[in-house]
């Protein structure tokens, strides 16, 4: 939700957000078999009209830190870069883990 709010969206319309994404579970059915319901810690739910906005926010700066060319399109990114070196490769996999920090 820190995303979300930098983006301006404070106030109710967070508050409305944060509430429809907390508290959601989910469960499996197979043939006859059902689960027990899950608690859903991550994710927007499918079909939802905020879901593609939601996502857009979250991977907006997905590219800070790294060098190589980005491509985001709904839900696939794509890394592009030439790699000739060990360094090249070295460059790409810091930018990566800089990421995942």
Known sequence: MAKVEAH????NYSR???NWLT?????VV??????????VTSGV?????LGPLL???YINDLDVGIISKINKFTHDTNLIHRIFTERDRLTIQSGLNHQLE
């Not at 508290?23 to 469960?27: A, K, Y």
């Not at 197979?30 to 608690?39: K, M, V, Y």
């Not at 739910?45 to 009209?49: A, C, D, E, L, N």
């Open 8 to 11: 301006g969206i404070r106030g």
């Open 16 to 18: 409305c957000t944060r």
């Open 23 to 27: 508290g959601r579970t989910q469960r």
């Open 30 to 39: 197979i043939h006859d078999e059902t689960s027990d319901p899950a608690l």
């Open 45 to 49: 739910p499918q079909g939802s009209v």
């Open 55 to 57: 996502f857009i926010i």
